[in-house]
């Protein structure tokens, strides 16, 4: 259980959501020190880099398991 700090992961899928006018991203990724465990979350587009592609190494940042926003590395 990750309670908070960063990962090192990569993009594995991205998805660009739309509930009422506000934008999300929906993220598979994977971290890199534990490849065989395919993970999810949804952030806001605000709480991610410009322009994320299928295949970035990004960090992600957790506070209480929950997955707060990306950057890239």
């Known amino acids: 259980m990750i ?3 960063t990962h090192d992961a990569t993009l594995q899928e ?7 006018g506000t ?3 929906d993220l598979v990724y ?3 020190d534990t490849p065989a ?7 806001g587009v605000e709480d991610a880099y410009s322009d994320p592609q299928v295949g970035d190494a990004i960090s ?14």
């Open 37 to 43: 465990k395919i993970r999810t979350a949804r952030i």
């Open 60 to 73: 992600v940042s957790y506070l209480m398991n929950v997955v707060t926003g990306i950057v890239q590395r």
């Open 30 to 32: 994977i971290h890199d």
């Open 3 to 5: 309670m908070s700090g």
């Open 23 to 25: 934008r999300f991203y």
């Open 14 to 20: 991205l998805r660009i959501v739309d509930i009422h």
